[in-house]
């Protein structure tokens, strides 16, 4: 590390503690959140035991959320804190530019995008779904999850298979849409009665809707074949449990999603959620530089004024204000049809732009 100079390892040094302190307080405290959230689900082979441990296998899932906002507020505080203490004055005095002095910061940022990319794809997806089929199972012996088939649920003598599925909504207003369904039911005997594949399930309001179905029937010597556009279908199925099996799309890996959007385009199903996600991945390095890099001037702010309160307020809200631009644009984009990597360049590049002029008009 000797051909690192000792500046650019006093700033990093000093961002990189801060912004690790920050990401695992931010961590804790949503875990907490989703703890207390779970005792509700205690109950049966779902002790606090099985919360934990869903909780901890949920962590690399929490942290990839969490880096951004933890950056942003991390960059800030550490070279904050090399602000209160003179030490940015005295490396500005030796002739180091604010230039430098961000690269020097954003190694520290860049670094830690690459590990949370990395996550995103390996750890995070699959404890994530590991974390959702051990809850699953221990709440509901009549729902799993297959890594290869997907979600299988029992409905007396009916057995579901769906190959994708999403949640939409929350609470009372939740939305369940499973894609890709294979029904197979059973009479008393064990014998196979009928199979039918369903386009798409969709539990609302409580109650179950089937669309685009072909039920093939057998009978002791023939079968016999139908399609029906839509049908009620009369199931208890515990809409909860099928929550936990059903993966968010913003959970799942690239190759995941990839796969997911192909076969949702292939039977012209909706798969607007499954394309942000898929668009969001490939911007998110992008936005975790670009914002930590237009946060930079509040730090440098406090030299002057030393108001280093006051600066680290207003990079925190010009971090959650372009997180709510940036969400803003992929919903806009999906009502106007603008093709989403236009509409999530958008946003970093403006941001960009304002921090290249920044830095212009104050060197």
Known sequence: MSWIPLSTRLIA??????????????IGFDAMGAFVGELDEIGGNYSILSVLNYLIWT?????????????????????GMLATSSELT???AIGLSK???????LWVVGALTLMMVVTAETIGPYGEQYAQSMAMEAQSKDVKRDKGSGLWAREGNTFLNAREGKVAGTGVKAKIELFGVTMYEFDKEGRLASIANVARAVHEQGAWTLHQIRRSTFHARSVTSETIEQEHWDSSLNPDALKLGVTKPRY???????????????N?????????????????????????????????GSLRSGG?????????????????LQTLAGNLAQVYRIPLPLAFSVPPLLVAFGSWWHFRKQA
């Open 13 to 26: 040094s000093s961002v990189l503690g801060a912004l690790v302190m920050v990401w695992v307080l931010l």
């Open 59 to 79: 962590i690399p899932r929490r942290a990839y959320t969490l880096f951004p906002f933890a950056a942003v507020i991390g960059t800030l505080l550490g070279l």
């Open 90 to 92: 005295a490396l500005r």
């Open 99 to 105: 230039t430098r002095i961000a690269i020097a910061a």
């Open 252 to 266: 799942l890996s690239t190759a995941e999603l990839r796969s997911s959007l192909n076969y949702l385009h292939r």
């Open 268 to 300: 012209e199903l909706d798969a607007g959620e499954f394309e942000l996600a898929y668009w969001s991945r490939f911007f998110y390095p992008l936005n975790a530089i670009v914002l930590c890099l237009a946060t930079v001037p509040f730090a440098f």
């Open 308 to 324: 280093f309160g006051k600066g680290l307020f207003f990079g925190i809200v010009a971090g959650i204000g372009f997180f709510m």
